[in-house]
């Protein structure tokens, strides 16, 4: 089972910095991209960024620009900068690791997710 730890949370003003980690116990031979998801009370998760094994991002359009997403495959671990901080940036931020879905590899699309880790902006 994959398992998946965040850290790097906390409270900041607006327009400040934090950085989070994600560390990943490990990648399975059907790992196609890690990602980065966020919820707010009383509103539904949402994609913030993705970062494919071999590198490709791609960010939310509330977060382009600001955020940046990167890895260190060798020590398993997805990092999430993020600049120019906003109160509406403030939410509980996920780590997920995607599997991909190739049948014939015994690859089922599984998806494993992070506790999640706090993140408060404050204006």
């Known amino acids: 089972q994959v398992e998946l730890v965040e850290s790097g949370g906390g409270s900041v003003e607006t327009g400040g910095s934090l950085t989070l980690s994600c560390s990943v116990s490990?990648?399975?031979?059907?790992?196609?991209?890690m990602r980065w998801y966020r919820q707010a009370p009383g509103k539904e998760r949402e994609f913030v960024s993705t970062?494919?094994?071999?590198?490709?991002?791609n960010y939310a359009d509330s977060v382009k620009d600001r955020f940046t997403i990167s890895q260190d495959n060798a020590k398993k671990k997805v990092y999430l900068q993020m600049n120019s901080l906003k109160p509406e940036d403030t939410a509980m931020y996920y780590c997920?690791?995607?599997?991909?879905?190739?049948?014939?590899?015994?690859?089922?699309?599984?998806?494993?997710w992070g506790r999640g880790i706090q993140v408060t902006v404050s204006s």
């Open positions: 997920n690791s995607r599997d991909d879905t190739i049948p014939s590899l015994g690859c089922r699309g599984s998806s494993y």
């Open positions: 490990e990648f399975t031979y059907c790992h196609v991209d």
């Open positions: 970062i494919t094994h071999s590198g490709r991002t």
